[in-house]
């Protein structure tokens, strides 16, 4: 546990030095390209401070010069680390809006303008932070959206919420499936216990999404998308 307590006092200490620098260039953000750089960083830091490794699979299957919906599995918070190392894409994250309550870290987020804060509980503010997406899509960069909605409390995929693929029906965006292996061995939920170990992650074929016809194209999308997960977090390929 004392080695944990060390690895997180690191990690805070580093988080702050690199949210301070994303404080400061935020006057200077024009696409959000500058910031999600200091992100990467960021993430490969607290990777490496935990000990832990990362695998990518599958960065062949995606052609990375336009916009994606990325849809994946959430077991851990090194969910996000690992997906911003991992994947050479300029991916915007959609978090939570109480985040932005948290000093210097969440002050980053709110005010650096190229990540999408959200707010679950007012459905009209969820409808904006989706359309806000959607239009930095049309502008070349990716999204990530983990549809279970929060992280998994056995390790077990959760049902899929609507909003990812509401979102790449409006968007006319392509998903790809991404299965995240080993990240709860890692930091499960509701623990504090930083162990080393490997994140794995398992990139599927761009899906097309169907044109709008209204909410059962979502739900098919969301099945497939489901399926896919499942069957790479169960080592079947697909």
Same mark, same amino acid.
């Given at each position: 546990m004392i080695v944990s307590i060390f690895k997180i006092i690191?990690?805070?200490?580093?988080t702050i030095l690199i949210s301070?620098?994303?404080?400061?260039i935020t006057p200077f953000v024009r696409t959000?390209?500058?910031?999600?750089?200091?992100?990467? @960083?960021?993430?490969?830091?607290?990777?490496?401070?935990?000990g832990v490794k990362l695998e990518v699979e599958g960065l062949e299957r995606v052609e990375f010069s336009r916009g994606y919906i990325y849809?994946?599995?959430?077991?851990?918070?090194?969910? @996000?680390?690992?997906?911003?190392?991992?994947?050479?894409? *300029? @991916?915007? &994250?959609?978090?939570?809006?109480e985040l932005e309550k948290i000093p210097i870290f969440g002050w980053g987020l709110k005010y650096g303008k190229t990540y999408i804060g959200i707010d679950r509980g007012k459905g009209q503010d969820a409808i904006q932070s989706l359309d806000a997406a959607?239009?930095?899509?049309?502008?070349?960069?990716?999204?990530?959206?983990?549809?279970?909605g929060t992280r998994t409390p056995d390790g077990n995929l959760q049902p899929f919420?609507?909003?990812?693929?509401?979102?790449?029906?409006?968007a006319q965006a392509p998903v790809v499936p991404v299965a995240i292996h080993g990240s709860r061995a890692v930091l499960p !939920?509701?623990?504090?216990?930083?162990?080393?170990?490997? &994140?794995?992650?398992?990139?599927?074929?761009?899906?097309?999404?169907?044109?709008?016809?209204?909410?059962?194209?979502?739900?098919?999308?969301?099945? !497939?998308?489901?399926? @896919?997960? *499942?069957?790479?977090?169960?080592?079947? *390929?697909?």
């Open positions: 690191l990690v805070v200490v580093y301070t620098m994303e404080l400061l959000g390209n500058l910031y999600h750089a200091l992100a990467k @960083i960021h993430a490969r830091g607290v990777l490496a401070m935990s849809v994946s599995n959430h077991a851990s918070y090194f969910d @996000i680390p690992a997906v911003i190392a991992g994947i050479p894409d *300029q @991916i915007r &994250i959609v978090y939570k809006k959607a239009n930095k899509i049309r502008n070349g960069a990716s999204v990530i959206l983990f549809a279970e919420k609507r909003g990812p693929f509401n979102l790449a029906v409006k !939920k509701d623990s504090w216990r930083i162990r080393p170990g490997t &994140i794995r992650l398992v990139l599927s074929e761009p899906i097309d999404p169907p044109k709008p016809n209204g909410k059962e194209s979502e739900f098919r999308l969301r099945d !497939k998308v489901h399926e @896919i997960i *499942q069957n790479n977090l169960r080592g079947r *390929q697909t």
